[in-house]
């Protein structure tokens, strides 16, 4: 057990050794987590614009090179079964628009809430089942509106586990103004230029974060229009793997 009395009683050499420790240990315990074996639910479907199925593919690719136990769902049939969903580990959705219904929203939450991950990027998290005010409340966002279509702009990293050794990047994709929790821990920015509407130029707004919702963690990135982009832009792909991993039941 930490003794702050003890610790504060080392000479300060002894203290400086003990920081260089954790923080060399530290990147290597955050990147020892692992989805091998992991039980992992992607389930895709809703607006056909943002190729939910190509995420999919490519999600699953990832996830078979990674050894994890994976189940597929193309409609949210399986929201309706909660003692289905609470077995698994992590949900990766990828379901634009579309409709949950009351059951299925409150399975799913619950399920969130006792522990499952959840994650996804652009509308196939953060653009779902726009009535439904407790998923948008569990995932921490909602879009609002992508100014001026696809445009490159600025990705900026901050300092977190998931982005070491990334970098910052530039990226042709949809440029994503969105609601969201002040609550979320943000792991990556954008800033708009107001080139399509002045009254927004150099707002500062999330482009990824992570939080915590019950037992249950959340990763959203919101890039990813063309799930190419992944492929592309590889500190792209790197930060949402990262993502999925972390949000994992542990």
Same mark, same amino acid.
Not at 6 to 28: A, E, Q
Not at 73 to 96: A, C, G, H, P, R
Not at 101 to 106: A, E, I, R, Y
Not at 210 to 229: L, M, Q, T
């Given at each position: ?114 522990? +499952?991950?959840?994650?996804? &990027?652009?509308?196939? *998290?953060?653009?779902? %089942?726009?009535? $439904? /005010? ?96 992944? +492929?592309?832009?590889?500190? &792209?792909?790197?930060? *949402?793997?990262?993502? %999925?991993?972390? $949000? /994992?039941?542990?």
């Amino acid at each position: 057990m930490y003794n702050q009395k003890l610790f504060h009683n080392l000479n300060s050499t002894m203290r400086k050794k003990i920081y260089l420790l954790i923080f060399l240990v530290l990147p290597f315990v955050l990147n020892s987590q692992s989805i091998e074996n992991k039980k992992v639910l992607v389930v895709w479907g809703g607006w056909d614009g943002h190729q939910p199925k190509l995420f999919a593919d490519l999600v699953v690719k990832w996830l078979e090179s990674k050894n994890a136990e994976i189940h597929i769902s193309n409609d949210l049939d399986i929201y309706d079964e909660y003692e289905t969903l609470v077995k698994f580990d992590l949900i990766i959705q990828s379901v634009t628009m579309g409709e949950i219904t009351g059951n299925q929203v409150k399975n799913l939450t619950k399920a969130v809430r006792s522990g +499952v991950g959840i994650a996804g &990027a652009h509308g196939g *998290l953060g653009d779902s %089942f726009r009535n $439904s /005010t407790p998923y948008q409340f569990m995932i921490g966002g909602q879009w609002v509106e992508h100014p001026g279509g696809k445009v490159k702009f600025e990705v900026n990293l901050r300092d977190d586990d998931l982005t070491q050794n990334l970098n910052d990047f530039e990226i042709l994709s949809e440029q994503y103004y969105m609601h969201y929790d002040p609550n979320i821990d943000i792991i990556a920015t954008t800033k708009f230029d107001g080139k399509t509407y002045p009254w927004i130029e150099d707002v500062l707004m999330p482009v990824a974060w992570k939080k915590h919702y019950g037992k249950g963690k959340v990763f959203y990135i919101s890039i990813g229009h063309d799930p190419n982009e992944f +492929v592309q832009y590889q500190d &792209a792909w790197k930060l *949402l793997t990262r993502g %999925f991993i972390w $949000s /994992t039941r542990d």
